[in-house]
């Protein structure tokens, strides 16, 4: 039929990539039909939820695809990053943010008569971290995708995710992260791309066909890899990467052989035994069960990114000798260390390559970042547990080794002490295998993720790589996604910025600079203490609910949350709350300024002084929040559960951001970055990013106290003795017997005595040292509060300085220092519907 030439032409958008909100809707509607197989009338929340998302992905797919496909031609260098944890977060509010589509959508949603929040709120956040490490990743591969930058982020995908923290009579319980348990619309399995991991066994040397002596791994068993993949869409870009994760399976899920003679247990025991290793992140590796899972856990995804990269360059029909020049490959801290050995026996013993081409390659294809100068995070396997489980590898490192040793024997003339410090085997006692060590020499780049922390890296755990390899170690000090931490978690200082400088600071933070000049004027200083007040008056509300206590969003919001540990001191910050509650009982007239401390963090399992920390909090906490005489000068909430969704609401609303680790402990650090970032002024120890934090926003700017990292060292040099200042130091002496005579248990003496104890008779942390500097510290925040208009202009200073802690410009310092890759743009065509179909 002949369309009159008078007719208008229509613009039909597909349901699967159209942004108008009616066909929003539509997409909406058609995926709780067809997907949930629901109606409106009997869907679930939950129903709701998953057919938003699946409507969300699927304006990822093309992007998605172009992305992938854009890949595999062979003059594209792809990063790969190798990490045991991806803290994710919740999806469906950044991939809104990142795809530009977040008004259409929520209006969708409105106009289907639903409530947005209400829907999001049904999001099971994906546990698969423990804290900044696995965030820090997760901040990665955003701002990756964000710059173009073609990767692939490789991990497992844990059944059950970190513990979710209940708190019961004031002591940390955990129980069963069940993030999987109503489904994960964002993911995309691959079974049809799984790999085999063998495990344990023997080796064997044979003689090849061209007459060379070789050598073969036999494994007791085998593990089958699944591949699941997730979009990681960047900011306004047509950009999506892969975040691979690994599910183990059993390569046979039943034995009908010990069915029938009715060994039912036998008949599914290589499923269970085989999925237990992507059942749960980080068992508590204190039994020497546990120390084995966690090595099976970091072999299983290291083997299976390493075959998924070898497939993916033979595939594009290149030649294994120039694998290295198609992928880097990032090792997140030691955890994917052993990727080192098993990329030298996939070479060497599944490939046919050389040894020495295989190094080459080897090397050429890793980098290492170290995250920890403290010398027991700085994991070492038993020669007995590694060769059981991976004999081929430990023959590989042994070879490896002996090569090096020899080429330090010669450099060195035979110093002894300089090949005990270099080995990849710690033989000091019982022997070990030093997984840092492999990784350094593995790698063709080494960095730190601060400047103070890259520098006491070369100083001291690295220092003999350092002198043998100048140059190899490199500073790329860490940072924090603004789409995730600004955007997403206070979209009301983000309006601000865009409303008076637009929205390129999203790309680009450095033009928050801008905003400076308005921190001298009144008027905007207001407005920006009626957005903090706003935002606090939020999480007060979530406090009451979530824990029964009432606070005062007009009080100062002190805040310390992160991970639970000594060297995080978050004792010492409990110290000073009860030197404040001291003085108030003894002067009840004292003019303090009201403040709410606000804790949060996991404690490790196994970590008993960490889960008597969380204890000490919730009990002092008891006691002051209901001590009439106090009122609401003083508030003490320890909020259970901490984890991304947590730190949304909490960065935004804090006033004080407790960053007061032990000089020259923490390695970076990221939750310093997100309060900065939201306003918040920090009071801290010269120590990981504080030290450049510092230097961005000022030193009137911030509140400074304790040690240096090198007074630190002197005073545990000369002698340190605790008791000196609990004997020097009234005050100090008073919080401690106060503790001690169970004051704040109820009567019990004993119950905190490990704490007081672990202060007075060692004092790893020197917290006793720290104290006087800290309290004084405090007590200069407390006199600039009082002064609001002085404590907004040093909130709006620190905020809008914190452009060099972007993720971006990390990202941007690997592309250039390490890596050497170069953004890929992505080019979409626009939708035909004459051409929706394909044909093969």
Known sequence: MTIPPFCPTVDVEDDRTGLSVETLRRAFADNLYYIQGKWPEVASINDFYLALAYTVRDRMMQRWLNTSRNYLRPEVRIVTYLSAEFLLGPHLGRNLINLGIEEPVKQAVQESGLDFDAIA??????????????????????????????????????????????????????????????????????????????????????????????????????????????????????????????????????????????????????KVTSENISKVLYPNDEQIEGKQLRLEQQFFFVSCALQDMIRIHLGAGCKLSTFHEKFTAQLNDTHPAVGVAELMRLLVDDHGMGWDEAWDVTRHTFAYTNHTLLPEALEKWSISLFGGMLPRHLEIIYEINQHFMDQVRVHYLNDPVKLASLSLIDESGHRYVRMANLASLGSYAINGVAALHTELVKQTILKDFHELFPGKIHNVTNGVTPRRWIALAN??????????????????????????????????????????????????????????????????????????????????????????????????????TPRTFIFGGKAAPGYFMAKLMIKFITAVGDVINNDPSIGDRLKVVFLPDYNVTFGQRVYPAADLSEQISTAGKEASGTGNMKFSMNGALTIGTLDGANVEIRELVGDENFFLFGLTADQVHDLKTSGYNPWDYYHGNPRLKEVIDLINCGFFAKGDGGLFKPLTDNLLYGDPYLLMADYQSYVDAQDRADAVYQDPETWSRMSIINAVRMGKFSSDRSIRDYCRKIWQVQPVPIELKEYVQAQAGFKV
């Open 491 to 592: 979209p009301r200082l983000a309006a601000l910025y865009t409303e008076k400088i637009g929205n390129g600071w999203l790309q680009d933070m450095d033009q928050l600079r801008q905003i400076e000049g308005y921190a001298d004027d009144a008027g905007f200083r207001e407005y920006w203490r009626h957005i903090k007040h706003d935002i606090k008056q939020d999480l007060a509300t979530y406090i009451g609910q979530r824990t029964g206590i009432t606070v005062n969003p007009d009080s100062m919001f002190d805040v310390q949350v992160k991970r639970i540990h000594e060297y995080k001191r978050q004792h010492l910050n409990v110290l000073h709350i009860i030197t404040l509650y001291e003085r108030i009982k003894q002067n009840p007239n004292l003019e303090v």
């Open 121 to 270: 709120a049904q999001e099971e956040e994906p546990g698969l971290g423990n804290g900044g490490l696995g965030r820090l990743a997760a901040c990665y591969m955003e701002s990756m995708a964000s710059l173009q930058i073609p990767a692939i982020g490789y991990g497992i995908r844990y059944e059950f995710g970190i513990f979710d923290q209940q708190i019961r009579d004031g002591w940390q319980v955990e129980s069963t992260d069940k993030w999987l348990q109503y489904g994960n619309p964002w993911e995309i399995a691959h079974p049809e791309s799984a790999v085999t991991v063998g495990f344990g066994g023997r080796t064997e040397g044979y003689i090849d066909s061209d007459g060379r002596f070789r050598k073969r791994w036999i494994p007791a068993k085998q593990v089958k890899g699944i591949p699941y993949d997730t979009p990681i869409p960047g900011y306004q870009v047509n950009t999506v990467n892969t975040l691979r994760l690994w599910k183990a399976e059993a390569v046979e899920s039943f034995d009908f052989q010990s069915f029938n003679v009715g060994d039912y247990y036998g008949a599914v025991n290589s």
